[in-house]
């Protein structure tokens, strides 16, 4: 992360510093050679738009990326309470288009694609041969011939392209050519239905639709990593400026502002959603990470990692990822051990102080035998211990009725 000032809300920030910082890096569309490895540092199309009110960025996925404007808290109580427009660039397309598509992205994730309507949506996994996670992430169906991946900094491009290598189909990234901004929050519908020829009002959850936002060609999804309503929209880097202005006009005449992965961040951990190398890994299956649902053992058609899974069903894992309640002693680090008797049994792997619950919350991995809610196990800090108790995921909003609002 590049951070100016090492405090959170009200950061101070010599925001001319900042700027000059980041004009040492391109905005797409980018120079380079034709090596499909990503590499170096960019801006988002997006930059000069909220360039004069970024006060910290981080780096995902080779991308610079607003992580605070005005204070990570007040921007939490836009998305909750009226809008927030962010870049989430970074998120990676990878585009699968040719008369095998379906084929191909049916024989790599666990659950049904064809029980997916075009025009639709949906979250899911691709897992390894051994049943580990490749990456999490939203996948979209145009048609059978067109798909797109949605995912982060994963190896998904590389493993989708070497499945495909016998197919009659085409594996493209658009880390670089497609940029993402993300509107989240109950007044998101609002925005959107003022400046989009798209109905967005008979947009399901996991919708999709294209047409014309703010003056400019998108493809709109009603997906967000928040669980309150909201959309991401795709639009090509030459347009994206336009797009993100016209946007943040918008919002900020209805109560909305700029918001940062910090904000991001705060909400996701309300909801419980779970972050890919933050809180699981190659290493771990769907079992593992509470996502048992995904994986359909009744689809006809066979799907990498299926034997591994098949094995594993059946027994229980050794470790789960697990909700936690933290004492407010704790640090909010990933990383902290947490013990029984003195036995390291698991670990927080990530925590914030939710704003709306006005507690501590984390995510963890947990020994089998103390994953079960109520359970209390203890963080190590320092020298001494504090209580740590293990409860339902998600924290806010179990049965996701904002999202579906």
Known sequence: MTEIDNKDDDVGV?????????????????????MRHKSG?????FFPVYAPYVQMLKLHNHYLKPNVFSGTEKEYWCIRNAAGLLDVTGEEVIAVEGPDALRLMNSLVPRDLEKLPDGKAMYCVMCYD????????????FDQNKFWWVGGPGYSE????VHSLELDVSVQGHNDSLHVASLQ????????????DINIDSMPVFGLAEGIICGVSATLTRTGYTAELGYDIYVDV???EKLFAGLLREVRDRDGDLCGSASLNLRRMDAAILNFTEDFDWQHTPFDVGLTWMVDFDKPVDFTGRRALEQRANRPPEKKLVGLHLDETVPLDAGIDLVVDGRVVGEITSATRSPTLKRKL????????????????????????????????????????????
């Open 14 to 34: 010599d925001n001319q510093a900042l700027l000059e910082f980041v004009g040492n890096f391109p905005i797409p569309p980018v120079n380079k050679a034709s």
């Open 41 to 45: 540092i960019r801006r988002s199309c």
């Open 130 to 141: 051994h049943g580990g996670i490749v990456e999490d992430g939203i996948l979209i169906r």
């Open 158 to 161: 590389q493993w989708i392209y």
């Open 185 to 196: 929050g109950p007044r998101s519908r609002e925005i959107l239905n003022a400046v989009s």
């Open 238 to 240: 030459c347009t994206g």
């Open 362 to 405: 984390g995510l963890g991995w947990l020994e089998t035998a103390y994953a079960a809610p109520g359970s209390t196990v203890q963080a190590a800090i320092g020298d001494g211990y504090a209580d740590v108790i293990v409860v339902k995921r998600p924290f806010l909003d179990a049965k996701r009725e904002l999202m579906r609002a």
